[in-house]
């Protein structure tokens, strides 16, 4: 079965501080990896994709790795600031796949702290 | 930044009453999807969109009808609203199949509350 699983659920840091979210993923064949963030009450916004063939991508404070090997991502999150609170949201999809075929993990809830 | 509007943004209406959410963008993008979201909860896909007069059921059922009559325009109707039907609800779109990487944009999302 395909799926996505993240860790922590929840995490609370303080500002400034760095911090890595985890993805595992059951996916398979895969085709592309994103992180996404979702603020409170809004649509989710996309910060990175990674190919089979990525194993890092950065933007701006956040960077994402890639392990095809052993099915696992990262996204960590440097310098930390308030506007960072929100949840992370990994997505997978799989190679070939018809529309729509992406599989969502249940995100992290980071809560940055002043 | 992202050319997707969703509204209502917010909306409480009783049970059995029909409702309709909108979804406009103005990137072009012949793929539209929509999403369906419990707090706490991962996005399920409830239908799609190839194009103009294309539609599809998603991986969650639901008793929700689309349409697709124009590119842009990708309105998501319920008949009878039920209260297991409360819910955030989100609309995207991208440019081709998302399995090559392409960015899915989403819109800001329709938070229904059925009483």
């Known amino acids: 079965k395909n799926q996505v699983e993240q860790s922590p659920q929840s995490l609370i840091i303080l500002e400034g501080k760095n911090c890595t979210l985890q993805?595992?993923?059951?996916?398979?064949?895969?085709?592309?990896l994103r992180w996404y963030k979702q603020d409170t009450g809004r649509g989710p916004v996309s910060l990175t994709i990674m190919t089979f063939s990525e194993n890092t991508k950065s933007n701006r404070r956040y960077t994402a790795t890639l392990d095809a090997d052993t099915k696992q991502s990262s996204l960590h999150i440097t310098a930390s600031q308030l506007s960072d609170s929100a949840s992370y949201i990994c997505?997978?999809?799989?190679?070939?796949?018809?529309?729509?075929?992406?599989?969502f993990g249940r995100g992290t809830q980071l809560t940055v702290w002043p | 930044e992202a050319d997707i509007y969703q509204t209502p943004r917010y909306l409480v209406i009783g049970t059995g009453k029909k409702i309709t959410l909108e979804c406009s963008q103005t990137?072009?993008?012949?793929?539209m999807y929509w999403y369906q979201q419990d707090p706490g909860m991962e996005l399920h896909l409830i239908h799609y969109s190839y194009g103009v007069n294309s539609t599809e059921k998603g991986d969650l059922s639901s008793e929700s009808t689309v349409s697709r009559i124009r590119t842009e325009h990708f309105p998501l109707t319920l008949e009878s609203a039920r209260p297991s039907h409360t819910s955030q609800y989100l609309c995207?779109?991208?440019?081709?199949?998302?399995?090559?990487?392409?960015?899915?944009?989403f819109g800001e999302g329709s938070w229904l509350t059925v009483v």
């Open positions: 995207a779109s991208s440019e081709a199949e998302e399995s090559s990487g392409n960015t899915i944009y």
């Open positions: 997505v997978v999809s799989d190679r070939g796949s018809t529309l729509g075929r992406l599989y």
């Open positions: 993805c595992n993923y059951t996916v398979s064949p895969f085709s592309n």
């Open positions: 990137m072009g993008h012949d793929k």
